[in-house]
């Protein structure tokens, strides 16, 4: 377990490293489950779960709360909580073990854990690490995102800058063609090209200059776009609401977020394609 910093009222920037060994160690267990056999049960919502997301839920959980015994974690295995106790929470931590079950259990390899700290109602650190793909993101507000591969040094993000000419946009690829996605690409008088990813790893994707914007016009939770966004922001980009504003944090007793745009390029009215 890493070290826990001596100070109560930490920097982001100095929880990163100890909430990304964090990351990693679960990691190891769900490339475990990964690589053996494992059940699929359903959640009441009947989306899908496995035993990794339990294995990962209770690692990240006990690791942080030994990290940070002053501030509430709220992972999705753990979202019971009534919003007029959350309404108090200034910073906290807000965890997707395991982002991409589907994917999990289709075994493309895209999922990733997700780490977020979240500071009056914005997400100021972030971690996205994809266990099968040995890759993991990161971010802390004012000091850059960056991208690890295996024992490679980090490298810094940047965003890129939209020219009009080609749009390259990130979708999953459950994503029904015909629908939202159609409709909004019909807007744009350009060539597009279409780059299918799961989870979190295509804000990812947006991040690092290799696709132009993320549009998600379907119900996502909080968990699942905190990291990213801190991510993205850092590298230069955004994610907002269809009205091109910020997503906030734990401001309501839902906690699913508005449809959302990602994009690189914050010199562009995005919303204005809808």
């Known amino acids: 377990m890493a070290d ?19 990351a990693i160690t679960a990691g190891k267990r769900i490339l475990e489950i990964y690589e053996g056999g494992f059940e699929v049960q359903s959640k009441a919502d009947d989306t899908p779960l496995t035993e990794a997301d339990m294995a990962a839920h209770r690692i990240i959980e006990a690791g942080l709360r030994e990290l940070t015994p002053e501030l509430p974690v709220l992972t999705e ?21 395991l982002d991409g079950t589907r994917e999990f259990i289709e075994r ?39 991208k690890r591969e295996a024992t490679n040094e980090p490298r810094r993000l940047q965003t890129r800058p939209w020219d009009g ?24 008088a ?16 947006v991040a690092e200059g290799k696709a132009d914007l993320y549009p998600r016009l379907g119900p996502t939770s909080e968990w699942d776009t905190a990291a990213a966004q801190c991510i993205l922001e850092e590298a230069g980009g955004a994610i907002t609401d269809t009205n091109m504003q910020p997503l906030r944090y734990n401001t309501r007793d839902k906690l699913l977020n508005p449809h959302f745009l990602a994009f690189g390029d914050k010199g562009q009215n995005w919303s204005r394609y809808l």
């Open 165 to 188: 000419q080609c749009l390259t946009v990130v979708c999953s690829r459950a994503t029904q063609r015909g629908g939202h996605l159609d409709a909004l690409l019909e807007k744009f």
């Open 4 to 22: 826990r910093p001596d100070k109560r009222d930490c920097d982001p920037c100095i929880l990163l490293t100890p909430a990304l060994e964090i």
């Open 108 to 146: 493309s390899g895209e999922f990733s854990i997700n780490i977020a700290l979240i500071d009056n109602h914005e997400a100021v650190m972030g971690i996205i690490y994809a266990p099968v793909l040995g890759v993991y993101y990161y971010a802390c507000r004012g000091q850059g995102a960056y």
């Open 77 to 97: 295995e753990s979202i019971n909580i009534p919003f007029v106790q959350r309404q108090d929470w200034n910073r906290y931590w807000l965890v997707d073990p």
């Open 190 to 205: 350009c060539h597009h090209e279409i780059l299918t990813l799961g989870g979190a790893l295509k804000s990812c994707l």
